[in-house]
């Protein structure tokens, strides 16, 4: 319901870690179409969550109301026990390193396309983000290595080179919540 979302950009800042994002008795639908009907989660600080499920569960759907680009029909989105409305919604997106299954790619050189052309991000964060995301063997084994052309829309990388990249992006934005 994004002509309902409610959008606060003069809300509180959010804090630099969280202990808990929570989903209380949250009720979501698309077209009359129940998504999440009562439905509660608990994301602690510094695990691992696993969402998986077939096609048209609500696994988008909940990355979006975390994201708050999507607005909950009611219930609570809860950071630390605050209401998400109550925070600047604005630097809560920012604090999100959110990968997507198709992400956006352009013709120009593999390092440009990991950093969007930001000249201030240092080799060694560039190295450490393709180092966790599992990227670093195959741009060694590329013709001019990071510095390789990728084609339009990355036509030159894999699916999981994709992927990789999308995840090392993600990375140097050293997010809040990945």
């Known amino acids: 319901k994004i002509e309902n979302l409610k959008e ?14 929570e989903f209380v008795n949250v009720n ?6 129940i998504i999440f009907k009562n439905s ?3 994301i602690n600080s510094g695990t691992i969550n696993v ?3 077939l096609s048209g569960i609500g696994k988008t759907t909940l990355l979006d109301l975390i994201c708050h680009i999507l607005e909950l029909e009611s219930g609570d989105f809860l950071i630390d026990g605050t209401n998400i409305n109550r925070y600047n919604i604005e630097e809560w997106r920012k604090k ?14 593999l390092k440009n396309n990991i950093c969007f052309g930001d000249t201030e991000i240092s080799q060694e964060s560039i190295d450490e983000a393709l180092k966790i995301s599992c990227s670093k063997d195959f741009i060694e084994k590329l013709d001019n290595g990071i510095n390789t052309n990728i084609g339009e829309a990355g036509s030159k990388l894999s699916g999981g080179q994709k992927q990789r990249i999308s995840i090392a992006r993600a990375l140097l934005k050293k997010p ?3």
Do not use: C, M
């Open 8 to 21: 606060n950009f003069d809300g509180k800042l959010i804090p630099s870690k969280f202990k808990k994002l």
């Open 28 to 33: 979501f639908a698309y077209n009359k179409k």
């Open 40 to 42: 509660n989660l608990i």
């Open 51 to 53: 969402i998986h499920g």
């Open 96 to 109: 999100i390193g959110y990968v997507t299954q198709d992400d956006t790619f352009y013709n120009d050189s």
């Open 176 to 178: 809040l919540l990945l």
